[in-house]
């Protein structure tokens, strides 16, 4: 299975998802953030996408020599908010300043891999759950579980926010560590998955437009190179655009996937 280019898959699934026609001039749906919620200052920031990093403990779980299970948990620390090729200005991560927040997020999820003859590993999600908070001062700390079963251990310091959640719809990725971007291990492979998302009242007040908000989230990124056996610790980046569910829902999640399947994963380029 190749692997898209993570804009290009972030746009199929939105494609995909929205009913709209292909184009790669595409923009992502803009989203508000009213970060007086937090800080108690008025900043307004209008982006299409979230980007950061993650952690992620997995456990694999071999049936054959080639196939198996996985289980993954993972903290993902949001970095900036983008609107195009523009960073906006924001106190998400305000370091160097007296006002700041942080934004993250945990899931826990599950899948099964396939390692084929060319040493790729394909993996596909059967099941997941995520849970997006704000950390008003940003001194929450996290610690790594033994297993990709176990949430990340989570230790806010002032109470944090919770914005919202959601389940895993659809996923996959690709790991080739024989490609010619696989370089010192890293750009080794890379993942795209959806989700619906439903706001809590309090991220009904960070998130501001539109109304209602979007209940799809759309997540792509890439990966360094890891071992397909026992648990690892993985680490890379990602991007989250936001769309919106069209209805029936079945019917959408089904053309979904499938379009997915027959477009297939491209590894992403250096």
């Keep these: 299975m190749k692997l898209l280019t993570t804009k290009n898959l972030a746009a199929a699934t939105l494609t995909a998802a929205m009913g709209m026609a292909s184009t790669s001039a595409m923009a992502f749906p803009l989203f508000t953030v009213d970060e007086s919620s937090v800080e108690g200052n ?3 920031v209008i982006a299409d996408r979230i980007t950061g990093g993650y952690t992620e403990v997995v456990t694999f ?3 054959t020599a080639a196939t198996g299970n996985f289980f993954t948990s993972i903290i993902f620390n949001a970095g ?11 106190l998400l991560n305000n370091i160097f300043g007296t006002i700041g927040y942080a934004l993250y ?9 396939v390692t084929n003859a060319d040493l790729t590993t394909d993996f596909v999600f059967t099941g997941g759950t995520f849970d997006l908070f704000v950390d008003p001062d940003r001194d929450t700390t996290f610690a790594g579980p033994a297993d990709g079963k176990t949430a990340y251990g989570v230790t806010p310091g002032v109470a944090d926010l919770k914005v919202g959640s959601g389940s895993i719809i659809f996923g996959n990725g690709t790991l080739d560590p024989t490609s010619a971007t696989c370089i ?9 998955t959806n989700t619906d998302f439903q706001l809590t009242a309090f ?6 437009d539109p109304i209602p908000f979007y209940n799809l989230t759309f997540e792509s990124g890439q990966f360094l190179n890891f071992t397909v056996a ?7 980046s990602m991007d989250v655009v936001f769309g919106t569910k069209s209805v029936p829902e079945p019917t959408t999640v089904a053309l ?10 491209r590894r992403r380029k250096a």
């Design 105 to 113: 997020a945990t899931f826990l999820g599950e899948g099964t891999y």
């Design 61 to 63: 779980e071999a049936v």
């Design 230 to 236: 026992g648990t690892q610790t993985i680490s890379g």
């Design 80 to 90: 900036q908010f983008f609107n195009g090729a523009n960073s906006q200005g924001t």
């Design 184 to 192: 010192n291990g890293v750009n080794c492979g890379s993942f795209g």
């Design 203 to 208: 991220g009904a007040t960070y998130f501001v």
């Design 256 to 265: 979904m996937g499938l379009g997915l399947l027959g477009l297939g994963l």
């Design 42 to 44: 008025v900043n307004t």
